[in-house]
C-alpha cells in the first residue's frame, strides 16, 4: 500500500523509531538480542494483526514499512480501510516472513497503529456527538513532537479537518500577542501590514469582535464562551468570517456548543489525550 504525507518522511521515521527500539540503525549494528537468541535465522513466521476493541483504523501502511524494512521480501495482507471502523476481533493485516524481523519490527509497527488508531476512534466519537449540527470538528497543534503530521492524518481518518499545520501557515493572535501589540486592533493590524492572508484572531470577549473585523480579521476563533454567548456572538458576527467554537470542549458539550451557529469546533484532547487502541499481533511458526 502507497503511504505519503506531505512533510513527512516515511523512510526516516521508520528508521529513526527503530534505531530507538535496536540500539543504533538497522543494519549498523542495531540489534535484537532476544530474537537473535532465541530464533533461530531461518525460521519463518505467519502473523495475523486484530482489534481487540471496536476501533477506527489508522496507520497500517506505516506498520507494513516497519516490517518491509526488514524483511523485504515480507508478505503482507492489508485487509480493512483506512478510516474503516471495525468491530472487536476484526483481523486488520495478515503477514508473513522472516520470524526474527517480525518479532523485530512488532512493537514500533503496533505502537504506531494503536496511537494512531486510538486518535481516529476519538475523533470518531466527537464527530458522531455533533453529527446534524452542520459544525465540522478540527484538531489542534496540541501534538507529540515529532508525530505531528501523522498525528493530524489519524484525525482525519477519523472524520474531522485539521487546523493550521503550524505557526506558518496561518497567524493566529492570542491574549500574549495582544498584550505586547496594545489592544486586539493593533495586533490584527500588523498581521495585516505583513501581507498574512490568513489571520485568525482569539477572542473570549464580545466586545472583542468589532476590533478584530474592522481590522482585517479573517476567522474568529470564540474561546471558552458558552453556548448562549456563542449564538450571541455568531449573530453578531453575521457570517462575515468563518468562526471556531474552542477550549475546554468535551464529548458531554460538543452538541450543544456546535449547534449555536459556529462553522468549526476544535478539540485538543483529539491528539493530546487519545488513548492507544487495544490491537494485537499473534504469531505461528511456519
Known amino acids: 500500500m502507497t503511504f505519503a504525507l506531505d512533510s513527512f518522511d516515511l523512510d526516516d521515521f521508520v528508521r ?3 534505531t530507538e527500539d ?10 535484537d538480542v532476544t530474537s537473535e537468541a532465541v530464533i533461530p ?3 519463518m513466521f505467519t502473523g495475523v494483526m486484530s482489534s481487540r476493541d471496536a476501533v477506527v483504523i489508522a496507520g497500517l501502511p ?3 514499512a516497519f516490517f518491509r524494512s526488514l524483511d523485504p521480501e515480507v508478505e503482507i495482507e492489508i485487509l480493512v480501510q483506512e478510516g474503516e471502523a471495525v ?8 503477514l508473513k516472513g522472516q520470524g526474527r524481523a517480525m518479532l523485530t ?12 488508531s486510538g486518535i481516529a476512534t476519538m475523533t470518531n466519537e466527537y464527530v458522531q456527538k455533533i453529527y446534524g449540527t452542520g459544525c465540522i470538528l478540527l484538531d489542534t497543534r496540541k501534538t507529540i513532537p515529532g508525530l505531528r503530521m501523522i498525528e493530524k492524518y489519524a484525525t482525519r481518518m477519523g472524520g474531522a479537518q485539521n487546523h493550521r499545520m503550524g505557526l506558518w501557515d496561518a497567524a493566529m493572535i492570542k491574549d ?14 500588523r498581521a495585516v501590514d505583513a501581507g498574512i492572508e490568513k489571520i485568525i484572531v482569539e477572542v473570549d470577549k464580545i466586545d472583542q469582535i468589532e476590533p478584530a473585523l474592522a481590522a482585517g480579521a479573517t476567522y474568529l476563533l470564540l474561546d471558552n464562551m458558552e453556548p448562549a454567548i456563542l449564538r450571541g456572538a455568531v449573530t453578531l458576527i453575521g457570517g462575515r468570517v468563518p468562526v471556531e467554537a474552542s477550549g475546554g470542549i468535551t464529548l458531554e458539550t460538543i452538541f450543544e456548543k456546535a449547534d449555536t451557529g459556529v462553522d468549526f469546533v476544535s478539540v485538543g484532547r483529539l491528539t493530546q489525550s487519545a488513548p492507544a487502541a487495544d490491537i494485537g499481533l499473534d504469531f505461528a511458526q511456519i
Open 16 to 18: 529513526r523509531t527503530l
Open 22 to 31: 535496536l540500539g543504533a540503525p538497522p543494519g549498523e549494528g542495531g540489534r
Open 41 to 43: 535465522a531461518e525460521a
Open 62 to 64: 506505516i506498520a507494513e
Open 87 to 94: 468491530d472487536a476481533g476484526t483481523q486488520v493485516m495478515r
Open 105 to 116: 519490527a512488532e512493537r514500533s509497527a503496533l505502537n504506531t497503529v494503536q496511537h494512531l
Open 176 to 189: 500574549n500577542h495582544v498584550a505586547v501589540a496594545g489592544n486586539i486592533g493593533e495586533a490584527v493590524k
